[in-house]
């Protein structure tokens, strides 16, 4: 099977991704991912997971807490999701995403696997659990053995394809705030019931700070409902920004296991909050006694970089990229354009999927904008740019809008000057085709 020919496979499937999914039922149920692992020979089991859930930050989060597993010369596996620019991206075996090679020979392995399941009496197969499946049994084959597996969530907790995990060493929960309301819940505490289902008897659950208190609650609740340990890093660490650069800041972090002066390459505030987590998470396992050095601790959060997060692009005009998909992200993302860089006006770049509530983004950031340009993306849940105008078009600044995200970036450069800025955001996937029309960055195909 070639790189192409596994991909067509994938995207055979059904996909909540790049279709739109109303129901609030899941696309694959967890008794037919089950299953399918267990046609694998359970390649999930054998290894300590952390498992990440949350509305915000999950990403940042679970790529830090790989860094420091890896800094501590523990061989550690990352699944994370979306990807930027191929789907090798979501599967990260020491630091480095899977070749196009090794990713199809894994398909290719699993495919008579995933045929018998389809073909079987149980539930729909999707996409996002053959690709959770291929991740595991990709991991379970390398030589040597994998120490550590740091497995992100897809969407919600109890019944995404990755919580087959029982029990996870650590869960870790990120901030919540609404999101998927039609399938998830129509509060905060409503959707932390649903992620808190990755919690499990014996694991110690750290929860990152969060803006709504009855998500403590509500997890504190199921801690002691199925014999978790509750980490609330809002209350147990406290951070103090040092130093804020375009490239980079320096705090300082103060917990219970005493003070450390940190540095991240990674901007805005709520990055030093998932930092934070990140070391409380690297704290409860050693808490667990294993054993993770104190420099591993800081070099993992010191080199942990990810595209797409606050990134800057160019200057002269200043382009940031971000992927804020809802109302806090966006607010975060306004407060971090602020704090961390110098420019005149701004010019915003913004799309969307059609589930996400880009009024609620539009509030947090029109205030700060000269020009709106509201654009179409590659994929087929992609909002109509002048379905977005109607949405935010009244917010005050006048909205334009563009068919593709390269028209929509030329349009925002058209009227931006030299001290200007251009903010691109609303989705991973607008800011993935910014990266490859500014950065020049390859795709292999999706």
Excluded at 79 to 94: A, C, K, Q
Excluded at 152 to 161: K, P, R, S
Excluded at 327 to 336: H, I, M, R, Y
Excluded at 387 to 414: H, K, R
Aim: charged residues 20%; contains cysteine.
């Amino acid at each position: 099977m070639e790189y192409s020919e596994a991909i067509d496979y994938l995207l055979s499937l059904s996909d909540m991704e790049r279709g739109y999914q109303a129901s609030p039922n899941p696309v694959m149920n967890l008794e037919t991912m089950r299953s399918l692992l267990a046609r694998l020979n359970d390649p999930h089991r054998g290894r300590p997971t952390v498992h990440v859930t949350g509305s915000k930050g999950k990403g940042s989060v679970a790529a830090m807490v790989a860094g420091i597993l890896r800094r501590g010369d523990l061989s550690t596996a990352l699944y994370s999701s979306p990807h930027l620019h191929s789907f090798t991206e979501r599967i990260n075996i020491g630091g480095d995403a899977i070749s196009p090679e090794e990713f199809a020979a894994g398909m290719e392995a699993i495919h008579g696997a995933v045929e018998a399941e389809r073909a079987s009496v149980h539930g729909d197969v999707s996409t996002f659990g053959v690709l959770t499946a291929l991740f595991f049994w990709l991991v379970r084959a390398q030589v040597p053995r994998i120490d550590w597996q740091v497995v992100e969530v897809g969407l919600g907790g109890t019944f995404d394809a990755t919580n087959v995990i029982d029990p996870p060493e650590v869960a870790v929960i990120t901030p919540i705030s609404l999101e998927h309301t039609a399938i998830l819940g129509n509060t905060p505490a409503e959707i932390a019931r649903d992620k808190a289902g990755i919690i499990k008897a014996g694991t110690t659950v750290v929860v990152a700070p969060q803006h709504d208190q009855a998500v403590i609650e509500v997890i504190r609740e199921r801690c002691a409902a199925v014999g978790g340990t509750l980490v609330d890093v809002g209350s147990l660490y406290e951070v103090e920004m040092l130093e804020k650069f375009p490239f980079g800041q320096s705090f300082r972090l103060i917990g219970p296991n005493g003070e450390r002066t940190m540095r991240t390459p990674m901007l805005g505030y709520h990055q030093l909050q998932n930092a934070a987590t990140a070391v409380a998470v690297a704290e409860a396992i050693r808490a667990r006694r294993h054993t993770i050095p104190e420099q591993a601790i800081v070099d993992g959060i010191a080199h942990t970089r990810i595209p797409g997060r606050l990134e800057v692009m160019a200057q002269k005009p200043l382009i940031v990229a971000d992927g804020a998909h809802n109302g806090e992200s966006a607010e975060a993302l306004g407060k971090a354009l602020k704090e961390y860089f110098t420019w005149r006006k701004c010019f915003l770049v913004i799309g969307c999927t059609r589930d996400k509530d880009l009024r609620g983004m539009g509030f947090k950031l029109a205030r700060f904008a000269e020009l709106i340009v509201c654009t179409q993306f590659r994929n087929p849940r992609s909002m109509d740019p002048y379905q977005m105008i109607q949405e935010i078009g009244f917010l005050g600044p006048p909205a334009v809008a563009e068919e593709s995200v390269p028209g929509a970036i030329d349009t925002a450069l058209a009227h931006a000057d030299e001290e200007d800025l251009v903010c691109i955001t609303g989705s991973l996937y607008v800011v993935a085709e910014a990266r490859e029309y500014l950065l020049g960055e390859s795709v292999i195909r999706q």
